[in-house]
């Protein structure tokens, strides 16, 4: 079966840098010591600054501007900043069960009595615009974040810095989210009946593995090259008690400048879920 749903004004998180830059410019100016200590007179026109003596800001802070933003330097009352802004999601799905009884040669390997195999081929887009920066776990830098240039009089005394020549801690932005994310995801479960007398036992093993892109934060989805697998046991005994142990294990996703995209890629998880029907 297929599946294409619709979802009218989801939050997408702006990045972290973003929003701390944003709400510091609207207050009155980003505390950077490097741009408001820098030589002041670097900015006259037709080389006039380099004839004059060394003159250092005497600690402005400048306004910094994220990608995709601007600071509004009338500094409007009860103005919002947010940390998210509202788009519009959409989600294409494909998928397929088979279901394989007895006398099938996967189950007669398993010495099982049934086996079930659901599989998902899932495509997400959402309409972010390509200009703003967006939250992306390990991702977060400085790439397109520069200063408003210092004006005396009207005249250019400093220019524009960006962000990312102050080098540590203003590093450049790595991997973004993106507009198309993908993957493959399923699970795979059979059945051995009274193993003991009233008790069925049922392995699982579900997967996921991000194919292209990588979904806005904070709506589940896929990035590209994290995997993952869980793998479960359930014992169930007359159809009304059940304990299901459960092991979680994420891997991809890691390495380049921006560090690792997979939040779990460090961390393993096991659990136990116990449930009585009455």
């Known amino acids: 079966n297929a599946e294409l749903s619709f979802k009218h004004r989801v939050p997408v998180w702006i990045s972290e840098p973003a929003f701390t830059a944003t709400v510091y410019s609207n207050a009155g100016g980003v505390p ?23 003159i250092n800001s005497p600690g402005i802070a400048p306004y910094l501007n994220a990608p995709g933003t601007s600071t509004d330097t009338s500094f409007p009352p009860g103005r919002t900043v947010r940390l998210d802004e509202r788009h519009d999601m959409w989600l294409a ?8 009884g007895g006398s099938d040669s996967v189950t ?45 009089g009207g005249v250019p005394v400093l220019q524009p810095i960006k962000a990312v020549d ?41 997967f996921s593995w991000g194919l292209f892109g990588q979904t806005p934060a904070p709506n589940p989805g896929f990035t590209k090259s994290v995997q993952s697998v869980n793998l479960a046991l359930k014992a169930e005994y007359l159809s009304n008690t059940s304990v299901t142990v459960n092991y979680f294990k994420s891997w991809g996703g890691g390495g380049g400048q921006g560090g690792s995209r997979n939040p779990y890629i460090d961390r393993d998880f096991m659990g136990m879920t116990v449930q009585y029907q009455f």
């Open 93 to 100: 799905a494909v998928r397929g069960t088979k279901i394989f």
């Open 108 to 152: 007669r390997w398993l010495h099982a009595s049934e086996f079930y195999a659901l599989v998902e081929l899932g495509t997400i887009y959402v309409d972010i615009d390509k200009d703003v920066q967006y939250a992306a776990y390990g991702q977060n830098g400085y790439t397109g974040f520069e200063t408003n240039p210092l004006t005396i």
């Open 32 to 54: 950077i010591d490097q741009a408001a200590r820098a030589r002041i007179n670097t900015g006259l026109p037709g080389g006039v600054g380099d004839l004059l003596p060394t």
């Open 166 to 206: 102050l080098e540590p801690p203003f590093p450049e932005t790595w991997k973004r989210p993106t507009q198309w994310s993908g993957g493959l995801q399923g699970l795979f479960f059979w059945t051995y009946p009274n193993v003991y007398p009233g008790v069925t036992l049922t392995p699982s093993i579900g």
